[in-house]
């Protein structure tokens, strides 16, 4: 959207600088006609010039978007939380944030890179491993160390 709004605006300013340029240099009475009558020079309209009032306001995807930057942003807390303070809470919550945040990012990947006929299956089998990562982190933070003290034994491992 911020490509064709771009897009939109460089075409009209360069079509308005084009026709200003050429309608007043004198030097060039064979391009005035071309110009004024031309109908190659078409006007863009982007995409927020066509919504309608009710779609502004709330677009089909915002809630989706929203969603994922919520995700994101209790990420970038509850990372370094995990490091400070390692508890139960922590360790919940990530186990509760990772799994859709990796869900969404496969899912773009998948959407985007893979052949159409492929997409389904492949989108099906990433619900899958979401959600059952969800249910091995809560199960690994019930009944084992939790994922903040397990990463801090993996750190705290000696190579051989």
């Given at each position: ?26 030097a ?19 995409s ?7 779609e502004?306001?709330n ?16 990420l ?9 303070y ?6 919940y ?9 990796v869900?969404?990012g ?10 159409k ?28 160390v ?8 993996l ?5 051989s």
């Open positions: 959207m911020a490509a064709r709004l771009c897009l939109g605006i460089a075409t009209i300013s360069r079509t308005c600088v084009l026709q200003s340029t050429i309608l007043r240099n004198p060039l009475p064979k391009i005035r006609p071309a110009i004024l009558g031309a109908s190659n020079i078409k006007q863009l309209q982007t927020s010039l066509t919504l309608d009032k009710s502004k306001k677009p089909p995807a915002s809630g989706h978007w929203k969603t994922e930057r919520i995700v994101s942003v209790a970038l807390a509850a990372l370094p939380a995990g490091y400070l390692p508890g139960h809470i922590v360790d919550s990530l186990a509760i944030l990772i799994p859709p945040h869900y969404w496969f899912h773009a990947i998948v959407g985007d890179y893979l052949p006929s492929l997409v389904g299956v492949t989108q099906g089998a990433v619900a899958i491993v979401s959600v059952m990562t969800c249910i091995g982190l809560l199960y690994f933070n019930y009944s084992d939790g994922i903040c003290k397990a990463v801090a034994m750190w705290q491992m000696k190579t």
